[in-house]
């Protein structure tokens, strides 16, 4: 739990940041909106295959240059994977995620974005069929992951994005020494809404 405030601390610190130095670096006002979509989300390693679940939050997006902002973002991240051999069984993931994308506008509505994510767990379960078995206690609490997307806004509010998460973190705890790791992986599409 301290983890999780830990993070919006941070994010909400870079908004009042963001507020105070914006005007000096570019024209263009601090900008916050809502964005939601679809996580295709699956786990490294043989016999997992990918599963369906959402993602859903706020962002801001600060201009920092003509052509270049940082965007953090607070979300809601259902991950996970299922088996490959039994699609009744599953492992949900849910995070709260606090990724800070570098954005380059290439076009005046087209962007491309990179940066870190830093997700905080906030349950896992394991389930098969109706069975449901919290495996929190085997499930690392942080996991550390790169962004890379896209995005397009057709008017001033309203646009769709892409994105590729990239785990860097074994989300298992105590993994004996020498087997393979299992890292979350997400593709992401969805709609952001700027006021």
Do not use: H
Request: charged share 15%.
């Amino acid at each position: 739990m301290k983890k999780i405030f830990l993070g919006l601390a941070l994010v909400a610190g870079t908004f009042t940041f963001a507020q105070k130095t914006s005007s000096n670096t570019s024209s263009s006002p601090v900008r916050f909106g809502l964005k939601a979509g679809l996580n295709v989300s699956t786990l490294s390693g043989d016999g997992m295959k990918a599963k369906a679940g959402f993602y859903a939050g706020a962002f801001a997006n600060i201009p920092v240059a003509q052509d270049f902002s940082v965007q953090p973002e607070v979300l809601y991240s259902g991950m996970g994977a299922k088996d490959d051999y039994n699609s009744d069984t599953k492992l949900n993931l849910d995070y709260i995620a606090v990724p800070v994308m570098f954005q380059y506008n290439a076009l005046p509505n087209l962007y491309f974005e990179a940066g870190p994510q830093f997700s905080f767990l906030v349950n896992s379960k394991f389930k098969n069929g109706s069975n449901s078995l919290d495996v929190k206690d085997y499930t690392k609490g942080f996991d550390f992951a790169l962004g890379l997307g896209a995005g397009y806004y057709f008017t001033p509010n309203i646009g769709v994005n892409v994105r590729y998460v990239a785990g860097l973190t074994d989300i298992a705890k105590d993994r004996p020494s020498g087997a393979d790791t299992s890292k979350n992986g997400a593709f992401q599409v969805g709609l952001a809404y700027k006021f």
